[in-house]
């Protein structure tokens, strides 16, 4: 594992500028990863680790630059509840553990640097400096995958009765006897024009 700094510096790379939530996001994909005890998530327990982030925030492109999860590898899983929360799932362990960012954090931050006008600087120098308990609520909880949740599942793809398009990883509806996507099945979230 790298030191806070050096992970901060990865994910200001990565996402383009350093912010609260940055610093909130590392924080976080560290404690859950201490907590799981998974020490190489880059290297030889890159496929032990499944990460499910529940806000689509910059605190998501920090967890990944920690945990190494992305969406292209299946091990980072969004779940839009709109929270600054991530679940670690350790799948050779069978542990995972909750991890949300406390809302009284950000009236500590207040308190602690009074100072600082900028709420957002105030933010990132008070979540480096508070201790965990403090910025963060943990919660050991149990994840259920499903084979086709699982990173390198090879399944088979069916083909959608309506608009012959190819849908992977038992993404298919089954309506009225047809096999159909999503979006076929009326669940769009666009409209062809």
């Known amino acids: 594992m790298k030191s806070l700094d050096e992970y ?18 590392v924080r976080m994909a ?14 030889k327990d890159r ?24 969406l292209g590898k299946r091990a980072l899983k969004f779940r839009d509840w709109g929270k ?14 909750r991890i949300a960012a406390r809302e009284s954090s950000k009236r500590r931050a207040r308190e602690m640097h009074p100072e600082i006008e900028s709420k957002n600087q105030q933010q990132m120098l008070a979540y480096r400096e508070m201790p965990e308990d403090e910025l963060f609520a943990t919660q050991w909880v149990k ?3 499903p084979a086709e949740e699982f990173p390198g599942y090879k399944g088979d793809r069916v083909v959608c009765a309506e608009c012959g398009e190819g849908i992977n990883f038992r993404r298919e509806l089954h309506k009225e006897g047809r096999t159909l996507c999503r979006a076929c099945a009326g669940e769009r979230y666009y409209e062809p024009l």
Do not use: N
């Open 30 to 43: 560290m404690l859950g990863l201490e907590k799981l005890g998974i020490e190489d998530p880059r290297g």
């Open 84 to 97: 600054m929360a991530a679940t670690f799932v350790d799948l050779s362990a069978g542990k995972a553990i």
């Open 143 to 145: 994840v259920e995958l």
């Open 8 to 25: 901060l510096h990865d994910a200001e790379q990565a996402h383009g500028h350093l912010c609260a939530g940055q610093v909130l996001g």
């Open 47 to 70: 496929k032990r680790l499944v990460t499910f982030v529940e806000i689509d925030r910059c605190a998501t492109d920090a967890i990944g630059v920690v945990t190494g999860c992305r």
